[in-house]
């Protein structure tokens, strides 16, 4: 069924024109649902499962193929000559990067050196299988690294064995926790914590990790903590048992990778020092321990030979202590992985479904942890040193992992002299770059908000430790998130001059308004959380309009209220109720409600809950103009007979500003392109937020 306008709105109620003919208001019709409830013309879309299933039942072999085998897209159309090349030397070159760094993230996260080659190992031959970015590259990764020391470190001594299983367990629940998330397509939750806090965050996290590197740099042990104070003060209370050798050793290897990272970062054609600095510093020190012999620099120690053995993890009884810490963990591969790999994705060319990455790492966690592995994920440094350098495809994976099958089968006993001061200056020269002050800077110019997210979460951090720093900052991100969808933004409505667009008036000054008629626009989704604030705003422009409610129609009486509803997406049972009390209360003082631009769920839902049959259907339309119209031509009819019976208005009926009068009210021949300009319109006062 379709509205058409009335007689009464064709002739009697029309709009005058200065000539004093009158014209019928072009009104869009809006299509309405029938009364069946079969309705083809407005019904609700099928559910996100719905759409699943049948999108399941459609996919043919080579799709499901590549659904549980990512890795066939880029086999199928591997170009061997223009591909393997760069491939192979991407691999060597991050594999030897991640060697060393390997060997010192395990010694962060409290393990012997040997788990960091293990979690370099089978994860990464796993994650080149079932993940979908071509250049990432994953493995053991510093942030991780302090998650799992701060969590085992409470529960059990890092030298007693139950650490090291402990471990290897926390790689098998974050390992599940990411498949079931990905299955279940739940990456979009980390899209509530903003990036301020996940900024605050690291820049914490650095320096409490660079901290806990000082013992190594200092020669004397520390507390092991995530709280930059029992840090400080562990350090200041050991400061007479300091010496010097392991300090300049580790300080000079600090300085030499800083210098290559820089130089790499700056010269295109000395990139490769970037990637040579851990190396580097491991062969220097390593040779420097093997000549001179110096007692008063620790080493790695003997590193077993071969390959980790197959292992089902053990010590289920710590579940629940490791679950929160497994939550974490999934949530800082969300953050990092799936944020870099998408990244990359976009700079090569090619699409990549979170969700499916997230479902590969939680497949190279599960299988790293049948092998001795710890929990890994992506690494920011050696993913963009791996686009750096020329990877194409997830072949580079597979070469890294070949690296890594050779250090463990034919390398370690060369690993056994590495100074422990040189594995700890890889750390802090890898995490120096996670110290995002720039970041705090521009959100000081930009957005007061996001910067005190950022600086509640850095102090909390770092005086509180990781676990409660984010605790307050995914608090704080979904207060915010929260707020701002129940105090969504309302504007008030008024026409452009020469045009039928209505747009902000607090944003278009020269916008006017019609005295007797409020047109606003609902700027999100209505819900049981918002509607309660939605209508106190609306009864405020109603108080606003002369700080009274009972004056006369020649007053500043509100007498119609036009709710733009073009961005209102998704409308719900409490909202419906709700419009259908503020339909009545406007019903009781004589204010009439009209609705413009539904979209077809909100119509349908408006329909189904009586608010459309309440309303009328006379009162939905396709555009404000066409509401607006409709508006004068009503208040058009009511001035007629307003104390006449029928009879002309008098002239000192209408309320004059300067040379306006009643034509002002009304638009004439011109009205459904152009506005007569020569006549001021009545302007409303619109009460401020």
């Known amino acids: 069924m379709e509205w058409r306008p009335s007689s009464s709105y064709a002739s009697s109620s029309s709009p005058a024109t200065p000539g004093g003919s009158r014209q019928t208001p072009k009104v869009i019709l809006l299509q309405h649902p029938p009364p069946s409830s079969t309705s083809s013309l407005i019904r609700p879309s099928p559910s996100h499962f719905a759409k699943w299933l049948s999108r399941i039942q459609r996919m043919p072999a080579m799709e499901w193929l590549e659904l549980l085998l990512p890795c066939t897209r880029w086999i199928r159309t591997y170009k061997w000559r223009e591909y393997l090349q760069a491939d192979i030397m991407a691999g060597?070159?991050?594999?030897?990067?991640?060697?060393?760094?390997?060997?010192?993230?395990?010694?962060?996260?409290?393990?012997?050196?040997?788990?960091?080659?293990?979690?370099?190992?089978?994860?990464?031959?796993?994650?080149?299988?079932?993940?979908?970015?071509?250049?990432?590259?994953?493995?053991?990764?510093?942030?991780?690294?302090?998650?799992?020391?701060?969590?085992?470190?409470?529960?059990?001594?890092?030298?007693?064995?139950?650490?090291?299983?402990?471990?290897?367990?926390?790689?098998?629940?974050?390992?599940?926790?990411?498949?079931?998330?990905?299955?279940?397509?739940?990456?979009?939750?980390?899209?509530?914590?903003?990036?301020?806090?996940?900024?605050?965050?690291?820049?914490?996290?650095?320096?409490?990790?660079?901290?806990?590197?000082?013992?190594?740099?200092?020669?004397?042990?520390?507390?092991r903590t995530s709280k930059i104070i029992p840090l400080v003060k562990s350090i200041v209370a050991g400061a007479d048992k300091f010496s010097w050798p392991p300090f300049v050793m580790g300080s000079i290897m600090l300085a030499i990778l800083l210098t290559m990272k820089q130089l790499g970062k700056k010269r295109k054609k000395l990139r490769f020092l970037r990637v040579a600095g851990p190396l580097t510093a491991v062969i220097l020190g390593t040779v420097y321990v093997k000549i001179f012999h110096p007692q008063s620099i620790s080493v790695v120690g003997g590193i077993p030979e071969g390959l980790p053995s197959f292992s089902v993890p053990t010590c289920f009884d710590y579940v629940k202590r490791l679950i929160p810490t497994a939550l974490l963990i999934t949530g800082v591969a969300i953050l990092e992985s799936v944020g870099i790999a998408k990244a990359l994705a976009a700079k090569n060319g090619y699409e990549l479904d979170s969700n499916q990455e997230l479902f590969g790492l939680g497949v190279a966690n599960i299988c790293g942890s049948f092998f001795s592995a710890y929990p890994t994920t992506g690494s920011f440094s050696r993913s963009a040193v791996n686009h750096e350098s020329g990877a194409k495809t997830g072949l580079s994976g597979f070469i890294m992992g070949v690296i890594i099958l050779c250090a463990l089968q034919f390398l370690t006993p060369l690993f056994t002299d590495i100074p422990q001061c040189t594995l700890a200056a890889i750390v802090v020269s890898a995490v120096m770059g996670l110290i995002d002050y720039e970041e705090a800077i521009f959100l000081w110019r930009v957005d007061k908000r996001d910067f005190l997210l950022w600086v509640a979460t850095s102090i909390t951090t770092l005086f509180l430790g990781i676990e409660i720093g984010v605790l307050v900052g995914v608090g704080a991100s979904l207060a915010f998130v929260?707020?701002?969808?129940?105090?969504?933004?309302?504007?008030?409505?008024?026409?452009?001059?020469?045009?039928?667009?209505?747009?902000?008036?607090?944003?278009?000054?020269?916008?006017?308004?019609?005295?007797?008629?409020?047109?606003?626009?609902?700027?999100?989704?209505?819900?049981?959380?918002?509607?309660?604030?939605?209508?106190?705003?609306?009864?405020?422009?109603?108080?606003?309009?002369?700080?009274?409610?009972?004056?006369?129609?020649?007053?500043?009486?509100?007498?119609?209220?036009?709710?733009?509803?073009?961005?209102?997406t998704y409308i719900d049972s409490s909202a419906a109720q709700a419009l259908k009390e503020l339909y009545q209360e406007y019903k009781a003082r004589n204010i009439q409600m009209a609705l413009s631009n539904p979209n077809r769920e909100v119509l349908s839902t408006l329909a189904m809950s009586g608010v459309l049959e309440l309303v009328g259907k006379q009162w939905y339309f396709v555009r404000v103009h066409d509401a607006v119209q409709v508006c004068l031509s009503h208040m058009q009819g009511n001035l007629e007979t307003l104390n006449t019976g029928g009879e002309e208005p008098k002239q000192d009926t209408v309320r004059k500003r300067g040379n306006t009068s009643l034509s002002n009210f009304f638009l004439g021949k011109k009205d459904a392109e152009e506005l007569d300009t020569e006549r001021q319109p009545l302007i409303i006062e619109i009460p401020e937020d």
């Open 92 to 223: 060597v070159t991050v594999g030897t990067m991640l060697v060393p760094q390997a060997m010192s993230y395990a010694k962060l996260a409290g393990l012997h050196p040997i788990y960091g080659l293990y979690s370099g190992f089978v994860p990464v031959f796993a994650y080149a299988i079932f993940g979908s970015s071509r250049q990432l590259a994953i493995g053991p990764v510093a942030l991780v690294s302090l998650l799992v020391s701060n969590t085992l470190s409470s529960i059990v001594d890092s030298t007693d064995e139950l650490y090291t299983e402990l471990a290897i367990l926390l790689a098998l629940l974050v390992g599940i926790l990411e498949c079931v998330m990905g299955i279940l397509r739940l990456g979009w939750l980390i899209r509530f914590i903003s990036h301020s806090v996940i900024s605050g965050f690291t820049t914490s996290s650095a320096i409490v990790i660079a901290l806990s590197q000082a013992k190594y740099f200092l020669g004397y042990s520390i507390t």
């Open 482 to 568: 929260i707020h701002e969808s129940a105090n969504p933004h309302i504007a008030v409505l008024g026409r452009l001059p020469g045009t039928t667009v209505y747009r902000n008036i607090k944003q278009y000054s020269e916008a006017y308004t019609y005295k007797g008629i409020v047109v606003v626009r609902i700027d999100a989704p209505i819900y049981f959380a918002n509607i309660s604030y939605i209508k106190e705003r609306l009864q405020k422009y109603e108080v606003g309009f002369n700080g009274t409610t009972n004056s006369g129609i020649e007053g500043n009486k509100m007498f119609y209220v036009v709710i733009e509803m073009a961005p209102v």
